[in-house]
């Protein structure tokens, strides 16, 4: 080989080899991009479950006084006038034959749960815990 074809060969590797790293570090670019958006969406959706088991935590420690101090008002749920959820897609309250109450609750149409809290006829039972 003379050295022409050596000098041509070598542009040709060279070409080859940037459009390669070209292809390479666009998809890397996309891929780190798609990653990035998936990891803000579940931090999102973690958040929310997080706000929606303290919610619960909150209606589940003052039962059965909850029963009646639960609200909803368009996209949010108040806890005795005070702000306790917002978002809220879905929301209603039924309290069975059974002493069950049961929620049924939406978090910005992307978490779905189903509480259901046991409620004690006699309150007798609620003051034996705070002793």
Not at 49 to 64: H, V
Request: proline fraction near 1%.
């Amino acid at each position: 080989m003379n050295y022409s074809n050596k000098k041509a060969f070598s542009l040709l590797e060279l070409i080859i080899v940037i459009f390669i790293g070209s292809i390479i570090v666009i998809y890397s670019t996309i891929y780190s991009k798609e990653l990035y958006e998936a990891q803000l969406n579940n931090q999102r959706i973690a958040v929310l479950k997080i706000d929606l088991n303290a919610s619960k935590i909150i209606i589940e420690r003052n039962l059965p006084l909850s029963k009646d101090l639960l609200e909803y008002d368009g996209q949010t749920l108040f806890y005795d006038g005070k702000l306790l959820l917002e978002n809220v897609s879905f929301f209603s309250k039924k309290l069975n034959f059974n002493n069950i109450l049961q929620i049924d609750i939406e978090l910005d149409n992307k978490i779905k749960q189903v509480w259901k809290f046991k409620l004690w006829k006699n309150l007798s039972h609620y003051f034996l815990w705070l002793f």
